[in-house]
């Protein structure tokens, strides 16, 4: 049986390697740790997110997948999902509503198709239970029987969240189930920058998932006390036959009528991308939170945003500019644990990270810049009060190396999104709009439409002694944030360089 169920779960990862790679996205990634009394960090368990990014000849499909409990289903999702919708169920004629059917049918498909993996598993240890005599002193026997139903536990636990994004007649599609986010940034014909989230996540704070839940009898009052769920926020998720067939053995699900927690994604689109410039993110769940603890949740989305844009406009490929993102995240995580601020006890730790980029109709950098000649963006740390939240006081300033005589400014990420790229001598606040709805929050700020991308196109020389000669001026920047943030705290007069 357990060749056969071996057997089943190969079966399905090779086919996939013939599929075309998508040229228009990459995807950054890091995996999960937790931080000792030293600062350093160690992974605590092997990487549980997947993801698939593929092009054919009539659409696009690109996904990220959040695994929990191990990488198994999270894997298999990625393998088999790609079976359900590119072996021509999908076409250019088919409509909105079509699209939406198909992508539906394809989950539900790829759950049960992962359910049929480990049947087998799930009956022997059935029967495996049946055979440990209840209060006996433990025998030869009855450890081997433990030992074995250990490994088979180990098998069949574990599920995933997933968002997957379809690019079909020019029209975006999303399917989200969990917790992963999805977010498309557009440059308006006004020169905004508006940033879109398609979807909510699927989480006791979520109030449609409440009121689901409540029709089928749970307290939505108790639901979003108790916050996880068999150890998970998702109230929608792929796997976890714990909760999907055992759910009335779990006390806050057990008066459902009917299973709970579902694999049903919940779908948005077809937006059209006609005319559309930007880029769309995919993010799992584990660097969403990573950017929460260290600045909180109210401009996650902003901040994640103007990451990308920096990145993409000195980075030569999608998978660098990714990745770039990434590490940048993590370091701000790591530098707020180790600081000591406010929110350091909410950074102890942080899960595995992964974010997709696919651009629409977006310029790259041309590439001519290296590392060592101004293309990577190096943090610059802002005085803070410990006086107030750090999530509205705290600045990570990202400056490119520039050429001679040239200041230009990566990104500036705190509660604002910066607009128009400040440079010497000009102030560093921007003005932020946003509206939400149950579907989708768009922000947009003030801009040329071209993000961050002024740069030099020499690096700074060194001068006869050696060391680079100095070429930012902080004055200004010191002048306007003791402005801003002095008010009772007589912080004016101790800002800038000691």
């Given at each position: 049986?357990?060749?056969?169920?071996?057997?089943?779960?190969?079966s399905?990862q090779?086919?996939t390697?013939?599929?075309p790679l998508?040229?228009?996205c990459?995807v950054?990634?890091?995996p999960?740790?937790?931080?000792g009394?030293?600062?350093?960090?160690t992974?605590s368990?092997?990487?549980?997110?997947g993801?698939?990014?593929?092009?054919t000849?009539?659409?696009?499909?690109?996904?990220?997948?959040?695994?929990?409990?191990?990488?198994?289903?999270?894997?298999?999702?990625?393998?088999?999902?790609?079976?359900?919708l590119?072996?021509?169920?999908?076409?250019?004629g088919?409509?909105?509503?079509d699209v939406?059917r198909?992508l539906?049918?394809?989950?539900?498909?790829?759950?049960k198709?992962?359910?049929?993996t480990i049947?087998d598993?799930l009956?022997e240890?059935?029967?495996?239970q049946?055979q440990?005599?209840?209060g006996v002193?433990?025998?030869?026997?009855?450890q081997?029987?433990?030992?074995?139903?250990?490994?088979l536990e180990?098998?069949?636990?574990g599920?995933?969240?997933?968002?997957?994004?379809?690019?079909l007649?020019?029209k975006l599609?999303?399917?989200?189930v969990g917790?992963?986010?999805?977010?498309?940034c557009k440059?308006?014909?006004?020169?905004?920058?508006?940033v879109?989230?398609?979807?909510?996540?699927h989480t006791?704070?979520?109030?449609?998932?409440?009121?689901?839940?409540?029709?089928?009898?749970l307290?939505?009052?108790?639901?979003?006390?108790?916050?996880l769920?068999?150890?998970?926020?998702?109230t929608?998720?792929?796997g976890?036959y714990?909760?999907?067939?055992?759910?009335?053995?779990i006390?806050?699900?057990?008066a459902a009528?009917?299973?709970?927690?579902?694999?049903?994604p919940?779908i948005?689109?077809g937006?059209?991308l006609?005319?559309?410039?930007?880029?769309?993110?995919?993010?799992?769940?584990?660097?969403?939170k990573?950017?929460?603890?260290?600045?909180?949740?109210?401009?996650?989305?902003?901040e994640i945003?103007a990451?990308?844009?920096a990145?993409?406009?000195?980075q030569?490929?999608?998978?660098?500019?990714a990745q770039?993102?990434?590490?940048?995240?993590?370091r701000?995580?790591?530098?707020?644990?180790?600081s000591?601020r406010?929110?350091?006890?909410h950074?102890?730790?942080?899960?595995?990270m992964?974010?997709?980029?696919r651009?629409?109709?977006?310029?790259?950098a041309?590439g001519?810049?290296?590392?060592t000649?101004?293309g990577?963006?190096?943090?610059v740390s802002?005085p803070?009060?410990?006086?107030?939240?750090?999530?509205k006081?705290?600045?990570?300033l990202?400056l490119v190396?520039?050429?001679q005589?040239t200041?230009t400014?990566?990104s500036?990420?705190?509660?604002t999104?910066?607009g128009?790229?400040?440079?010497a001598?000009?102030?560093?606040?921007?003005?932020l709009?946003s509206?939400?709805?149950?579907?989708?929050?768009?922000?947009?700020?003030?801009?040329?439409?071209?993000l961050f991308?002024?740069?030099?196109?020499?690096?700074?020389?060194?001068?006869?002694?050696?060391?680079?000669?100095?070429?930012?001026?902080?004055t200004?920047?010191y002048?306007?944030?003791?402005?801003?943030h002095?008010?009772?705290?007589?912080?004016?007069g101790d800002?800038?360089p000691?």
């Amino acid at each position: 049986m357990a060749a056969h169920r071996s057997s089943l779960m190969q079966s399905h990862q090779s086919w996939t390697d013939d599929l075309p790679l998508c040229q228009l996205c990459g995807v950054g990634s890091a995996p999960n740790c937790v931080y000792g009394p030293d600062g350093q960090g160690t992974q605590s368990h092997p990487n549980e997110d997947g993801h698939f990014c593929f092009s054919t000849e009539s659409c696009f499909l690109y996904g990220v997948f959040n695994g929990f409990d191990g990488s198994r289903v999270a894997s298999f999702v990625s393998q088999r999902l790609t079976a359900e919708l590119l072996l021509g169920q999908l076409s250019t004629g088919h409509t909105d509503a079509d699209v939406a059917r198909i992508l539906s049918q394809a989950f539900d498909v790829v759950e049960k198709s992962y359910f049929e993996t480990i049947d087998d598993a799930l009956a022997e240890k059935a029967n495996l239970q049946t055979q440990l005599p209840e209060g006996v002193y433990p025998s030869a026997q009855t450890q081997k029987i433990a030992e074995r139903l250990k490994t088979l536990e180990q098998e069949v636990s574990g599920g995933a969240t997933a968002i997957v994004a379809l690019i079909l007649n020019d029209k975006l599609y999303i399917a989200n189930v969990g917790t992963n986010r999805a977010l498309l940034c557009k440059t308006t014909t006004d020169g905004q920058n508006q940033v879109i989230q398609i979807g909510r996540a699927h989480t006791p704070d979520n109030e449609d998932e409440l009121s689901r839940l409540a029709q089928l009898g749970l307290d939505p009052v108790r639901l979003r006390q108790t916050g996880l769920i068999s150890g998970q926020s998702s109230t929608r998720r792929i796997g976890d036959y714990k909760v999907k067939f055992n759910y009335t053995d779990i006390d806050v699900l057990s008066a459902a009528k009917q299973k709970p927690i579902i694999s049903e994604p919940e779908i948005h689109g077809g937006q059209s991308l006609e005319g559309v410039m930007g880029f769309l993110l995919l993010m799992s769940e584990g660097l969403i939170k990573a950017l929460e603890s260290a600045h909180g949740p109210e401009q996650v989305n902003q901040e994640i945003v103007a990451m990308v844009a920096a990145e993409l406009a000195q980075q030569s490929s999608l998978e660098a500019a990714a990745q770039s993102v990434v590490e940048r995240v993590k370091r701000l995580h790591h530098d707020v644990h180790v600081s000591g601020r406010q929110r350091a006890s909410h950074c102890s730790r942080h899960e595995d990270m992964t974010l997709l980029i696919r651009v629409i109709n977006y310029t790259l950098a041309d590439g001519l810049l290296t590392p060592t000649q101004g293309g990577r963006i190096y943090p610059v740390s802002v005085p803070y009060s410990n006086h107030q939240s750090t999530s509205k006081t705290s600045v990570m300033l990202s400056l490119v190396m520039p050429a001679q005589g040239t200041l230009t400014n990566g990104s500036s990420t705190a509660s604002t999104l910066e607009g128009d790229t400040p440079t010497a001598g000009q102030s560093p606040t921007a003005t932020l709009q946003s509206s939400t709805t149950h579907t989708q929050s768009s922000s947009s700020s003030s801009g040329d439409g071209s993000l961050f991308r002024q740069r030099g196109s020499q690096a700074a020389q060194p001068d006869e002694t050696g060391p680079v000669p100095p070429y930012v001026d902080f004055t200004q920047f010191y002048r306007l944030w003791g402005s801003d943030h002095s008010e009772g705290q007589g912080l004016s007069g101790d800002l800038g360089p000691q």
